[in-house]
């Protein structure tokens, strides 16, 4: 019998993996080709994006809200959780202390040096991060082993993340490596709480929080397709936002 968090290390290990891969891979590819790998990234995220979003339209979440609220639940998520997060400047510490582990390859272990070097790093890594850890399979997944129902949608959220790291570490090198932290940080968080709390959230309550993740990474595509740099990190306490909107509607309601 497995523990709780073996799928969230099974994860950590595959995009530790398929970065390494993608790193080794990458050096050998020109500058053109590593350009349209990204692009196809970004249009595969939006694909993902688009699907996750249509949670909006979720029936537990009309049933419990009616069918006029649930997009104004998600934009009152996202107004406030930008509000916050931008006045956490959390966009910028996450660019800070992606700074800090690129300082540190360089130094410790032979990575690449300069601005552009620091400028890939950063963006290899709050992408990265946000893409593998925002997400209807990292939340239900990390909830559910926590539960003790097993850590089957980890494993497969884990063969997904290690195919996609491959690609995106050789875009963006070892900043998709330091994801690792991310996805040990958020999903033992997650999993934790699914083993102290239980089945805590509704499906309604969930379904809103997935919408607006979505809609996050609408704008982690965005920005992969260099379209407009969005500061999609001031966005992450929507997350937090969007179930307590919708158990205040519901309790209107």
Same mark, same amino acid.
């Given at each position: ?5 073996? &799928? ?8 530790? @993996? ?12 020109? #500058? ?10 970004? !249009? ?18 009309? #049933? ?14 996202? @107004? ?23 300082? *540190?390859?360089?130094?410790?272990? &032979? &990575?690449?040096? &300069? ?44 063969? !997904? ?10 875009? *963006? ?27 805590? @959230? /509704? ?31 001031? @966005?992450? /306490?929507?997350?937090?936002?969007? /179930? !307590? ?9």
């Amino acid at each position: 019998m497995v523990f709780a968090g073996f &799928g969230t290390l099974v994860n950590a290990a595959t995009v530790a @993996l398929g970065s390494t891969i993608g790193v080794l891979a990458g050096h050998r590819l020109p #500058e053109r080709t590593r350009t349209v790998v990204t692009d196809a990234l970004g !249009l595969v995220t939006l694909l993902i994006a688009a699907d996750a979003a249509m949670h909006v339209e979720d029936h537990s979440l009309v #049933e419990a809200v009616g069918s006029s609220a649930p997009a104004l639940i998600v934009l009152a998520a996202l @107004l406030v959780g930008g509000i916050v997060g931008s006045l956490l400047r959390i966009e910028d510490r996450l660019e800070g202390f992606a700074g800090v582990l690129q300082r *540190f390859t360089a130094r410790r272990l &032979g &990575g690449e040096e &300069g601005q552009e070097a620091r400028e890939r790093f950063i963006q290899g890594f709050v992408s990265s991060s946000l893409i593998f850890c925002v997400g209807p399979l990292t939340i239900l997944g990390s909830i559910s082993e926590g539960l003790g129902d097993g850590p089957q949608q980890l494993l497969l959220k884990a063969a !997904l993340d290690g195919f996609a790291s491959i690609a995106f570490a050789a875009s *963006f090198g070892w900043g998709v490596m330091a994801s690792v932290i991310s996805i040990l940080v958020v999903q033992g968080s997650l999993t934790a709480v699914g083993a102290f709390l239980g089945s805590f @959230l /509704p499906d309604a309550h969930l379904a809103a929080l997935t919408a607006t993740g979505g809609l996050i990474l609408v704008g982690v595509a965005l920005r992969l397709l260099d379209i407009r740099q969005l500061k999609v990190g001031d @966005l992450l /306490p929507a997350l937090v936002v969007a /179930p !307590l909107v919708t158990e205040l509607v519901v309790a209107l309601r």
